[in-house]
């Protein structure tokens, strides 16, 4: 049962485990993904390999842990492109809404099928770390430590105006059909491409692309319509990059998913964060000009109100929103330090 | 000839003219307008009615004001859209590639046609801005005051990037026939309109989209897939709109001359510079993310460098990049002084 009171069933839920669940259950820890991840988050190819791993802040020598593919998504869990049983054809635009208490009831599911009784942590960053604080909310006594990075409580409404940006572009496409392209044989590949690169640039700092590509040309011709700076062939190969790994149905799902998301809204979440004894850390980058410190602030004041115990520091970091998934001095050791902390 | 080596013959060029030039000639000035305006400065729905008219800044009882459609535009001078005299049919992609150099000489020859020996003032906002840098480069003896607002020497990589998003978009949208859609009697409207919503949001500050439109929802009814956000509505209505008014062909070309504007990277320009006596007032605004006040502190040093007469002030507004269109505080009164002060 979804929180919208429709119904979805089967879920299948694609996730990797690293390490061993001690036999007092204590050292299982859940990590979220953000917008586009998937499961393999440890290991070659996975998206939180700094993180992830023996020796690493969430050490799978030392911890049991869980990582899926969300709800909605498009890398092995149920999504709007899976097939409808009732059907036989993909779900398409009749897959309904979702929200991150909806994410986090599959979860719960897949860690109650897996022994996990409770949570020493639960990490995420930017999405990710905004389905962690909802773990919470939903679960209160489930969790003792919740690591949030990167993320924000609420988006802002220029987060919703990019994400309306992305989504125009990708419904617009008459490779869309009305979000049954699957049946048409099709993608709306361009759609997709052009929402990425914009959201793209939101991932990033300015002083990145700056350092990184300035005003350097690929070629030393004539000035072209057709691209030339080294920033426009990065940008084009990350949206081509995209397309071909991505649903542009999950796309359009998850961004309008975050653009609800704002829990404290909801009075349900001051009841159950005054009965938590979960431990919040937050952490924001300096250059991050999507989940700026202030959303990382505004939700420390939240959690604070309601007597949550949290603490939140600002890196610095040149790499904008993109920080929580590289190593940016200072990071890896305050999640250690955190997750290790016995207090 | 264009800088490109290309000739361009006949050019129709679309002015307004406001105020009546001296006898001696003293009291011209020009305003140059940005990416998507028109020669329509002054009076009811002009894009500067603000600072220019009588009595206001650029005061037409005082000053003999020219304001003209640029070249490659599309609100009646010689554009990407016009028809090509040697074919009977649209330039499109035949149309040559600009420079804002070529831009100032068409406007030179405006002014000789009109009897203008000399100007009072170069003013513009933005593009404008940058326009009236390339005039002072381009004739040293011809402008007294150069009004640089909003404006850089050179786009940085994040802008480069925001207008490859926007070109990728209208020429991925299969109603750009390869820019011959004029032909074709379609518009790519979609690839427009996406572009302007992206842009747009470059143009305004987060913090105006916030006190504007928050979070608020234009309906109360549950989640949808549809514009439901009031910040969407008004992005969406921003780019419905500008597909009405604005030529596809003239956004690609415009914001492609942009990217290659680099004037300080011509050693022409710092012989032209050297002897230039023309005294700059630059402005920018401190919410104003797209050209940023450090942009304009770049632009004072190398004019500094080259020992031109130049001053800077950031100013404080709300409002980002389009600050330049509106009025805050202490804005209309520094442009004012400029033009007024005799030293």
Redesign the interface.
Known sequence: MLA?GRTLAPVEVAYETYGRLDDDGGNAVVVCHALTGDARAAGEGGWWRTMVGPGLPVDTDRYFVVSSNLLGGCRGTTGPSSTDPRTGRPYG?DFP?LTLGDLVAVQRRLLAHLGVARLHAAVGGSLGGMQVLQWVIDDPGFIDRAVVVAASS?????N???S??G???I????DWHGGRYLEHGTLPR?GL??AR??AH?TYVA?QT??G????TRRADG????E???E??HY??HQ?EGFVERFDALTY??LT?ML??V?PFADPRTAEALRRTRTRFQLTSFDSD?RFDTAQSLRLLEQLRALGVRAEHAELSSPHGHDSFLLTPPGYLDRVRAFLTDPS
Chains 1, 2 share one sequence.
């Open positions: 919208s635009p809404l609420r988006l802002s409404a220029e919703i105006a990019f309306a940006v989504r125009e572009a419904t617009s496409d008459p361009t491409r052009v690169m914009a640039i300015a692309l700056e990184k590509f300035g005003r004539p000035p072209s319509l691209p030339d700076f920033v426009e940008l084009r949206g359009v799902y309008r653009d609800y704002d000009w």
